[in-house]
């Protein structure tokens, strides 16, 4: 056989999956783990979680598809975006990885921002210093952690600690990098300006590549980790986002696509390197070679739906564990029976903060426009409303910049829900396309792993002969009641705006 691995270092757990050279699913497995909330707006993890999942899943998928390491031509890696792992000079960690929806780090950004120049760090990184990136989080750590910095040997991104541990070398790719903040996303090159600015060795970061580059290959100590076998290849990889749209075909411009994960991601490809000049929308590295991508992100778009569920819905969670269904179709279902615009409640999603089309950390998750005849449904269906609206903030955006758009791509958790992919239609007011491939950014990576490793010949053939448009969702005439609805979203977070500071700093004593 000839199979190609694709491994995603998730928020929640490691996934795994194989693929053979027509692109077809052979397994999938996922080794979940949890983060840490130690204080408000924190967010970590253990490093060694995530190794400890990777050979599991590892080992497990292996064995689900009757394969052998021999078998594995290429292996692919993605993975959570911004997370700053630190390495002394033993190659340790030192201390937690700080998560990309982590948010402590908002005063590093405005001096960093002011130490540049706020116009100087959008020509050269194409986006603001946020909160989620990596430099202002290494800052925090220096000013913070003082003793945790001066061990500072190296610098990675979650995937890239895996693929340390998989080959002990330290190499990274154009996407993941991108939003570092330390990265010149027009020349594809790390920024010496900035580090040299903040006197941050080069040395303490690693190789950057093409995507589809073969970065390292899986040594002895790997192998006898895992089922994998010594010398296999693995590629430079991407980080999640750019990952998910290379195994959704978003290879050039006109085609987008809508995620709606954990976090929720409206992603455009392009052609060449710009930004926005108020840097709402983030313009990073494409996996594929020589493109740029745009896109807005939300930090709690499914993990909105999550938080509703786990926190109000044990009701249908105890009933759907009864039924052996899935708690959300019990959810949706009741959802769909409340008609648009949930007579008149509104959900502003903002429960880590936010980044499109504020860049936030102190944003707050609202319930607007409560009475007594709302039922839980009419709860349901304003979170995924919510949602939605905040999905099309980074639509408009996109739309400012004259970005074609000939079709929306809708993956992720979300999109599995024919509701959630009709209130998606109606808001945007756009067809909503699903293709054959469910299995996210390890999908991606994979694929990438084949384009590198010449098991699969070219992206053409992955467009021409992998991605297959599986469904359509025309809008409806609800489209003209959300229009109505959307400024009433829209207005709700400017007259909040002053109020979710004020709540934060109350809060924080």
């Known amino acids: 056989m000839s199979l190609l691995l694709g491994i995603d270092v998730g928020t929640t757990g490691i996934k795994a999956i194989l693929i053979n050279e027509k692109g077809e699913l052979i397994s999938s497995v996922i080794t979940e783990y949890q983060f ?50 630190l390495l002394d000079k033993f190659n340790k960690v030192t201390r937690p990885c700080i998560m990309w929806n982590d948010q402590r780090s908002a005063p590093q950004c405005a001096s960093l921002t002011e130490k540049i120049g706020a116009e100087k760090v959008l020509e050269l990184t194409g986006n603001k210093i946020l909160p989620g990136f990596t430099l202002p989080k290494l800052i925090w750590v220096k000013e913070n952690e003082p003793q945790v910095y001066e061990r500072i040997s190296k610098i990675l991104l979650p995937k890239d600690y895996l693929r340390f541990c998989l080959s002990g070398k330290f190499f990274s790719d154009v996407s993941d990098s991108s939003g570092t903040s330390m990265f010149n996303v027009g020349k594809r090159e790390w920024s010496t300006e900035i580090l040299n600015e903040l006197n941050i060795p080069i040395e303490w970061l690693p190789t950057v590549t093409e995507s589809t580059i073969i970065s390292s290959y899986v040594n002895k100590f790997a192998s ?33 696509s809508v995620t709606i994960g954990t976090s929720g991601v409206v992603f455009a490809a392009a052609d060449k390197f710009y930004y926005e000049p108020e840097g709402r929308l983030h313009a990073f590295c494409h996996s594929v070679p020589d493109k740029w991508h745009y896109m807005g992100v939300m930090l709690s778009a499914g993990g909105s739906l999550k938080w509703y569920r786990d926190t109000f819905c044990n009701e249908e969670k105890l009933l759907a ?189």
């Open 321 to 509: 564990k009864e039924k052996g269904i899935d708690a959300y179709d019990l959810m949706m279902n009741d959802a769909e029976k409340i008609p648009a615009g949930s007579d008149g409640l509104i959900f502003l999603p903002y429960l880590s903060g936010e980044r499109t089309p504020y860049p936030n950390p102190n944003a707050r998750g609202v319930f607007f426009g409560a009475t007594i005849r709302h039922t839980k449904a009419h709860f349901t269906r304003a979170v995924v409303e919510g949602v939605t609206f905040g999905l099309l903030d980074s639509l408009e955006l996109l739309k400012e910049q004259n970005i074609s758009i000939k079709q929306a791509r809708a993956s992720g958790g979300g999109a599995q829900s024919k509701l959630w992919r009709q209130i998606l239609a109606d808001v945007f007011n756009t067809e909503i396309v699903t293709v054959n491939v469910t299995e996210g950014a390890a999908y991606g990576a994979a694929l990438l792993a084949g384009i590198g490793t010449k098991v699969i010949p070219d992206i053409d053939y992955i467009s021409n002969n992998i991605i297959k448009v599986t469904s359509s969702t025309q809008p409806s005439a609800n489209s003209e009641i959300y229009k109505k609805y959307y400024p009433r979203y829209r207005n709700l977070y400017k007259s909040l705006e002053k109020e979710f500071d004020l709540i934060t700093e109350l809060n924080a004593k």
């Open 224 to 256: 006898e980790e895992t089922d994998l076998l010594e010398g296999t290849p693995i590629v430079s990889g991407a980080g999640d986002q750019a990952a998910q749209a290379f195994g959704s075909g978003i290879f050039s411009e006109g085609t987008i």
């Open 36 to 85: 840490f909330t130690p204080f408000p707006l924190w967010a970590e993890q253990a490093p060694q979680d995530w190794w400890n999942a990777a050979k599991q899943s590892i080992n497990k998928v292996l064995e689900k598809a009757g394969a052998k390491g021999k078998d594995i031509k290429g292996i692919g890696l993605t993975g959570q975006m911004h997370g700053l792992v």
